[in-house]
Structures are given as structure tokens and as C-alpha cells.
Nanobody, 128 residues
């Protein structure tokens, strides 16, 4: 059973930085895509970054490109989201998600319904 546990959320002023972590357990092989989604009340979850464990290929949506960086530790057991130059529009609940993938190209697909596992979420609040 795959488990995802996020940590690292909090409150920060505009222009600040936070790093989120997602610990992955229960799936040791490389054929997995890891994602970060975020959600604000009344809106659908938005996929913002992804990484394919096997090759560490990374992808971003335009809303965070250049400000956020997704990475993983050497074993691929922890996935990080470094968030820089945060603005109030980044305020959301952030979720780690995962699905089985056989190629890095699948990591480009952010459809939330395709995700097989979700973490519990961690709140990020950015004040102006």
C-alpha cells in the first residue's frame, strides 16, 4: 500500500520561500510519477509540478514555472517542492499525488482523476 505524507506548509509573506516534502512509502520501483497539486476552496485541484522517478524528468505548469522546483532524494523516497517568490495567489492546500507510470511523458498529464494515491495535504498561506 502506497502512502504519501506531506509536510512543510505554513505561512509566509509575499516574496518568501517554503519547501514542501512528500515522503513516499510502499512502492520501491522506478515506474512511478509523483505530482504536486494545489486546491483553493470552490476550485478544482490544479496540478503544478511532476517528476518521473525513473529518470527524474521534471515538468511544470506555467503558473509556477521559474519559481517552483520539484526534486527527489537519491532513492526517490522523498519528493520536494521548493517554492520561491511566493505570492498571495499561491495560497492553497497543497497535495502530493502519485500514479504508476511507464515513461516520463506520462508525468506531463496532470489529470487528478488518474492519480492513484494522495497525501493528506498541507496548507500554504502567503500574505501580502
Amino acid at each position: 500500500q502506497v502512502q504519501l505524507v506531506e509536510s512543510g506548509g505554513g505561512s509566509v509573506q509575499a516574496g518568501g520561500s517554503l519547501r514542501l516534502s512528500c515522503e513516499v512509502s510502499g512502492y520501491a520501483v522506478s515506474s512511478i510519477c509523483m505530482y504536486w497539486f494545489r486546491q483553493t476552496p470552490g476550485k478544482e485541484r490544479e496540478g503544478i509540478a511532476s517528476i518521473y522517478r525513473g529518470t527524474a524528468d521534471k515538468f511544470y505548469t506555467d503558473s509556477v514555472k521559474g519559481r517552483f522546483t520539484i526534486s527527489q532524494d537519491n532513492a526517490g523516497n522523498t519528493v520536494y517542492l521548493q517554492m520561491n517568490n511566493l505570492n498571495p495567489e499561491d495560497t492553497a492546500m497543497y497535495f502530493c499525488a502519485a500514479r504508476i507510470c511507464t515513461s516520463s511523458s506520462q508525468a506531463r498529464v496532470y489529470t487528478s482523476q488518474l492519480m492513484q494515491w494522495w497525501g493528506q495535504g498541507t496548507q500554504v498561506t502567503v500574505s501580502s
